[in-house]
């Protein structure tokens, strides 16, 4: 794990990263925000008229099932689409690694086992039972993680990752431990550790909404910190920035998003690693754009996939974290093979 000590990643750099005198004079481009919002509005009116039932235009806000079935289903693989890929940015750039993700720290796995003991424990039928019991656990797994990886007010990057990455092993044999001794539960605990958003609700809507606002706008802040990061603490620390406080409180939003994301949809994988690995490769590593981008492709790619996944087989439907991952891997794949001389 040579890479998260230093700017070249475990088999992936980053080369073009902004210098320290450029950090702070680069932003989004405008059009390609309006662009993509344009088509993200887009796709998520043709994806609230796809599903197992048709829905005629004449009279549809009065549906019900679109109302209370697609209308939150929409927002809310939207809203985890874009905490995904946010998080995902923030931690390639925090910890200087490209070939990080949002589940390095093990909060998905954790969420795994709390929905997992829910499930055993006949909580489906409680509001929020397996959703308040995999986000209390994520939440637990994340505080253990940065104990141990704390030293004083001081935070091992190093330590932190290789603690989530043992916890993710280690809970993972918990869960098919408890699969193994219930299998009556199994399959009900495979689907949503797959992930799905079939049981969204607007409960779950205003629930993540506040969080996915506030989070994404305390990432949106931290753009110049983020870069600054990419060159070396020392570095960013030389320019003023609070480098401890500054990981802290990216690390504690970033983890809080992912947990409040996977307790109400269940492990989706691969977006926070593909989607901010492909903006940087288009628009730059300039993370005053990667956010921003990567917010807007995250979700669009999420609701394309969850589109696919209900309307494919229907009325079956897919987990969308198996689609995601189907279509995130070779994609990813590809786009180290085209850009290979960088790395």
């Known amino acids: 794990m040579n890479g998260m000590n230093g700017a070249n990643g475990a088999n992936g750099r980053f080369d073009d990263a902004p210098s320290a005198r450029h950090a702070h004079k680069t932003h989004a481009n405008p059009w390609v925000v309006a662009g993509l919002s344009l088509l993200l509005v887009a796709a998520m009116g043709g994806s609230c008229l796809l599903g197992a039932a048709d829905l005629e235009l004449d009279g549809i806000l009065q549906s019900p099932i679109f109302l209370n079935l697609r209308m939150p289903r929409v ?36 969420a795994s086992l709390g929905a997992a ?22 939440l637990l797994t994340v505080l253990l993680i940065y104990r141990i990886a704390s030293i004083g007010n001081r935070m091992h990057t190093t330590t932190l990752l290789l603690t989530g990455v043992c916890l993710t092993l280690l809970i993972s044999a918990m869960i ?23 049981s969204s609700s607007w409960s779950d809507v205003l629930m993540l909404a506040p969080v996915t606002v506030l989070g994404i706008a305390v990432v949106l802040w931290h753009g110049r910190d983020l870069n600054l990061l990419l060159a070396g603490s020392e570095a960013a620390r030389s320019m003023g920035v609070e480098v401890e406080r500054v ?97």
């Open 75 to 110: 927002l809310m693989s939207v809203m985890v689409g874009a905490i995904l890929s946010v998080c995902g940015a923030a931690y390639q750039s925090v910890f200087r690694n490209p070939l990080t993700d949002p589940y390095v720290l093990g909060v998905s796995s954790g």
């Open 176 to 198: 098919s431990f408890l699969m193994v001794l219930n299998q009556e539960k199994m399959d009900a605990i495979i689907f949503w550790t797959m992930g799905s958003f079939g």
């Open 247 to 343: 990981k802290r409180v990216l690390l504690l939003a970033t983890t809080l998003m992912v947990a409040f994301a996977v307790s109400t949809c269940g492990v989706i994988g691969f977006v926070g690693l593909i989607v901010p690995h492909a903006v940087r490769l288009v628009a730059g590593p300039d993370n005053r754009k990667v956010v921003p981008y990567s917010m807007l492709c995250g979700a669009l790619f999420v609701l394309v996939c969850d589109t696919l996944a209900r309307y494919m087989l229907r009325p079956s439907e897919l987990p969308v974290g198996s689609l995601t991952s189907l279509v995130g891997a070779p994609m990813f794949i590809y786009l180290l093979y085209k850009n290979k001389k960088k790395y």
């Open 117 to 138: 003991v829910a499930i055993l424990l006949g909580m489906e039928a409680l509001m929020w039972g397996v959703g308040g019991m995999a986000l209390v656990t994520a």
